[in-house]
């Protein structure tokens, strides 16, 4: 293997690293902000039935960080024009995904924060819509995340309505 090559090789795994390393951070900063509602707000929601226990929702959402990480890691890999319009989907659905957070647990706020995450099911279908003519694998790492979302819109709904 020669030098270009190897550097190459690097350059590659870097690329595919980063959005993952760039999702987990704002989900650790995320579960940082807030810790103190789930523990003082949140268990006294009316909640639905459907409702995971506490200890699912961190393995979840680290598995779909690494799988959306992931998702644009390939997408970046890629030459082609489209993957700076879907860079800025991934990053945009990425802040939306922290700013849920921040009003759904941190501002104690369902109905904003059923707005958000309203918007965020919007912006990560497109992105795995307008992933999909550019690198398939990247689409189809984003469906999980799009359930997920759904099923997080139901409770979040659920809440906002019951409480």
Do not use: H
Request: aromatic share 20%; net charge positive.
């Amino acid at each position: 293997m020669t030098m270009q090559k190897s550097s190459s090789t690097m350059g590659n795994i870097l690329t595919v690293i980063w959005p993952i390393v760039l999702s987990l951070a704002v989900g650790a900063l995320a579960a940082y902000m807030q810790e103190d509602s789930i523990r003082n707000w949140y268990p006294y929601l009316n909640k639905p039935p459907l409702t995971p226990p506490n200890a699912v929702f961190p393995v979840v959402w680290t598995i779909l960080y690494i799988m959306t990480g992931l998702s644009m890691g390939l997408i970046l890999l890629k030459s082609d024009d489209r993957k700076r319009f879907l860079r800025t989907l991934f990053l945009f659905q990425l802040f939306l995904n922290f700013f849920w957070c921040y009003l759904f647990f941190y501002r104690q706020n369902p109905l904003n924060g059923l707005v958000c995450i309203v918007v965020l099911d919007w912006i990560a279908i497109w992105y795995a819509v307008k992933a999909w003519p550019v690198k398939k694998i990247s689409s189809i790492l984003f469906w999980p995340y799009i359930a997920w979302l759904c099923f997080a819109t139901y409770l979040n709904l659920y809440i906002y309505m019951y409480n």
